[in-house]
């Protein structure tokens, strides 16, 4: 495969979505990804549909969650609670660059696949390990799973409709959050430690924490109450330091309002025929906006109905004022630009089983992206690996899979 990692090889003992989505952006990005699975069973979330693949033959393939996180993998089937198998492993892990491992603390000890087992072997390997706490703290030993660590993280006291509104809860993302971040940190990590060893030849360990990662996300917020000293609180689609930014309702629907300066502002009032609002000393500049919020939104929500969504952004665009529609995912991928950036691949499996994805945001000049491989079904590339990497013979590979070791 062709991109900026293309000599580096992945050993992904990762499963279901922060550790897959990390090293499916390494197999993006050029290197060899390696999925480890369970004989017969094979990671979770091949499982977690509907919807799922449809073959050639009629029949259901592998589920959509799966294959939102595996492009551009081999998955070889490895029974590690068998001695062959983690002899298998500790071999791949010896000509790998990179382990990645998402297990409870302390579980690949007893497999002799934990960090020091590996590191005395290959000294130059960069271990990461994803857990929901962390290797260290009183939580270490809890399992961490992504709605739960929106919960703990602060995420979901800051997400939903005001208290004393209609449905007003907490409210978590629609997609795992925590998860996809941690995966894009563990990523950023494990660049980071390539470069240290190609300037000093050492490997490193890495822990990441979904808590951490969430935590760390909060962004602005957190440090809103670091700074002011007040837990922020759930604003609905309004944001806590710049107004107005939050949903109008309009003649036909919903369009979001993003006014970032003051030129913006009075541009706005302008075209919502209300120009005398800017000059509002209530109103004059952001912070005056915010400490007037209830006031300057109450003089805003009828002049918004006046005409539809589309008729709205015309205009506001026009002014070079921030404003948008708020899509369904089917409208996501019917949008031209959306459609002009090649956001929709499709991706083929050896069986002709078409399986689409999302492309990569990043777009490299001189290595870019290529998307060759689809997620790859259970134990699809066990053999080459074993033979390729390994240099097992075939007969070799025959009786590992007479005992079972392997799938």
């Not at 595996?70 to 590690?80: C, H, L, P, T």
């Not at 298998?88 to 020091?116: C, H, P, T, W």
Request: aromatic fraction near 8%; charge should be neutral.
């Amino acid at each position: 495969m062709a991109g900026p990692l293309q000599n580096i090889r992945v050993l992904d003992l990762t499963r279901v979505l922060a550790g897959p989505w990390a090293t499916q952006i390494l197999a993006d990005f050029g290197a060899e990804v390696i999925k480890v699975e369970k004989p017969g069973e094979g990671d979770d979330t091949r499982g977690w549909g509907p919807p799922f693949l449809t073959k050639p033959d009629g029949s259901h393939g592998d589920a959509a969650y799966y294959l939102s996180a595996n492009r551009g993998k081999q998955s070889v089937a490895i029974d590690m609670a068998k001695p062959e198998g983690q002899k298998l492993l500790q071999e791949l892990a010896r000509n790998s660059d990179i382990v990645m491992e998402n297990f409870k603390v302390g579980g690949l000890k007893k497999y002799g696949l934990d960090y020091e087992s590996l590191k005395a072997i290959n000294p130059r390997l960069i271990y990461c390990s994803i857990t929901g706490f962390g290797q260290t703290g009183p939580y270490a030993q809890r399992a961490g799973y992504d709605f739960m660590i929106q919960g703990m993280g602060g995420i979901m006291s800051i997400t939903g409709q005001p208290d004393g509104t209609p449905g007003a809860e907490p409210v978590k993302t629609g997609v795992a959050f925590a998860d996809v971040f941690t995966g894009l940190y563990a990523t950023i990590g494990v660049l980071a430690a390539l470069h240290h060893r190609d300037k000093t030849g050492e490997g490193q360990y890495l822990d990441l924490a979904l808590l951490d990662t969430q935590v760390a996300v909060l962004a602005n917020q957190a440090l809103n109450f670091l700074v002011g000293g007040t837990a922020p609180k759930r604003l609905g689609n309004a944001h806590p330091n710049i107004v107005p930014y939050q949903t109008f309702a309009t003649a036909d629907g919903f369009i979001i309002i993003a006014v970032g300066n003051d030129r913006q502002f009075r541009e706005y009032t302008k075209i919502a025929r209300v120009p005398e609002v800017a000059d509002d000393p209530r109103f004059l500049t952001n912070r005056d906006r915010v400490g007037n919020r209830e006031a300057l939104i109450a003089l805003l929500v009828e002049p918004m109905k006046r005409r539809k969504t589309a008729e709205w952004i015309q205009a506001l665009e026009a002014a070079a004022v921030p404003c948008g529609p708020i899509n369904t995912i089917d409208q996501v991928f019917a949008d031209p630009q959306v459609q002009a950036r090649g956001l929709n691949v499709t991706l083929s499996r050896d069986d002709g089983t078409k399986t689409p994805g999302v492309a990569n945001p990043v777009r490299f000049s001189g290595t870019p992206v290529e998307y060759s491989r689809a997620a790859p079904t259970l134990g699809q590339g066990t053999d080459d690996v074993l033979r390729r990497v390994l240099g097992l013979a075939p007969d070799a590979i025959a009786k590992l899979r007479d005992s079972a070791s392997i799938g």
